[in-house]
């Protein structure tokens, strides 16, 4: 049976998603990252746009990240690309106004081929605008959920809708990192669905060769994420009390932080489970493959993943995966291949599939090989080239676009400065 990934789709090449006469730079692009979340905070898009920008910035492009500042805390970050911070909005009225300021300000200062947006609303909105102004090509990547999901707030607002709409309509192209995301694009209205690239998330595989797991003494078993309600964490610690009256050597590890931990604390200590399950709190770089490569498999209980980037890190590590069959995951993981998946409203279900693989060393080491293996497609290196391919197709599909009075000022600007900087 034929993976149920996505190689075949976000394979694609430009040539057949924008048709017609396509002109090939032979420069390096200038790559603007607008995102609504960037490092010292650390989560899923802002893994995504730092590895987009590391590489783009190692194969020789130039590359700025605008983002919001993060009050109260230190917001520098040690990267070789320029990242911008910005103060949010003083007003909601007036927020996105603000920010169209701000995007055209540092387009002056140092212009940019590409704006690559990491939300649908409201930064597909407001580049919509600034799109128009510069005729700078838009490409924009919902990461959901509450950018682009049906049930969310946003999207139930008809006025917010309606931008959201605008912005998505009015980009040079729109990507999507799983399938349920693009379903989620498509179900806006107005959208082709051949404009719509799945480009999956990815995964640095140099960062896993001659990292060893680790040997804590006894069998474990590892989850890891922000502590939020939609990881669903509360539900793998009620399906791991079942597991322990019938496996009581085996340990569960969690591995991140958030606003939930404490409550999370207050369950685990609720059931008594103190000696069975411990919080490692924040874990990152060697220490967190080094737990991935060192448990038995690696559990995604989550309510919901637009993709799911920790499952394809557990896969990198050669570990098993048992995750709910929710978003994007289904994509990643095959059933019964690279792990289990199960009934994410089912406590049983994920208790009995944990306690079945913990008892099968055999299906553990061929379902690791196996996803080990189909990490392999995921390199960040090969996914950021399918990005570059989006970039350059907006670039060709706009460059007859006449922009206004405003962006023919800016454009001779960026001019001037790609001569300069050769």
């Known amino acids: 049976m034929r993976a149920p990934g996505l190689l075949t789709d976000f394979r694609t090449s430009d040539a057949s998603l924008y048709p017609g006469t396509f002109v090939r730079y032979n420069r390096p692009v200038r ?3 607008f995102t609504s979340t960037f490092f010292p905070r650390v989560g899923g898009v802002e893994i995504v746009v730092s590895n987009l920008a590391r590489c783009q910035h190692e194969a020789g ?6 983002t919001p500042k993060i009050r109260g805390i230190d ?3 040690e990267v070789p690309y320029r990242v911008v911070h910005y103060s949010r909005p003083s007003s909601k009225r007036f927020l996105t106004r603000q920010v169209l300021l701000r995007l055209l300000w540092e387009h002056a200062r140092a212009p940019f081929d590409v704006l690559h947006c990491h939300s649908a609303y409201p930064h597909g909105y407001v580049s919509a605008t600034f799109s128009h102004l510069t005729g700078v090509p838009v490409i924009v990547t919902p990461h959901g959920p509450t950018d682009i999901m049906r049930e969310e707030r946003l999207r139930r ?3 917010i809708e309606a931008r959201l709409a605008k912005g998505l309509r009015a980009s040079a192209g729109i990507t999507a990192i799983s399938r349920d995301i693009r379903d989620e694009i498509l179900s806006v209205g107005g959208i082709p669905e051949e404009k719509v690239r799945i ?5 640095t595989l140099a960062e896993y060769e001659g990292v060893a797991g680790f040997d804590l003494g006894f069998p474990y078993i590892l989850a890891m994420g922000r502590m939020v309600p939609q990881k669903g964490f509360d539900h793998l610690i009620r399906a791991f009390g079942m597991v322990v009256r019938e496996e009581p050597e085996l340990r569960l590890l969690f591995a991140g932080e958030g606003v939930y931990r404490r409550e999370y604390e207050k369950q685990v200590a609720a059931l008594n489970l103190q000696d069975r399950i411990r919080f490692l709190g924040l874990v990152q770089g060697p220490q967190k493959i080094s737990f991935m490569k060192g448990a038995e498999f690696f ?3 989550s309510r919901f993943e637009p993709f799911g980037i920790v499952v394809l890190e557990a896969m990198a590590s050669g570990v098993p995966v048992v995750a709910n069959r929710v978003g994007g995951i289904v994509d990643i993981v095959e059933d019964g291949v690279h792990g289990k998946l199960v009934d994410p409203t089912s406590t049983e279900e994920l ?3 944990i306690t079945a693989l913990h008892n099968n060393p055999k299906a553990r080491r061929c379902m690791g090989e196996a996803a080990e293996a189909r990490s392999k497609a995921y390199d960040w290196n090969s996914i950021n080239e399918q990005y570059l391919e989006v970039y350059r197709a907006g670039m060709n599909l706009f460059k007859g676009h006449r922009p206004t009075a405003l962006g023919r000022v800016l454009g001779r600007r960026a001019r001037r400065h790609g001569e300069e900087s050769g």
């Open 157 to 159: 607002n008809p006025k």
């Open 199 to 203: 480009i999956p998330n990815g995964v």
């Open 299 to 301: 559990v995604c209980p």
């Open 61 to 66: 492009h130039r590359v700025t990240v605008i």
């Open 351 to 353: 208790a009995a599939a």
């Open 31 to 33: 790559i603007c990252h």
């Open 75 to 77: 917001n520098r970050v």
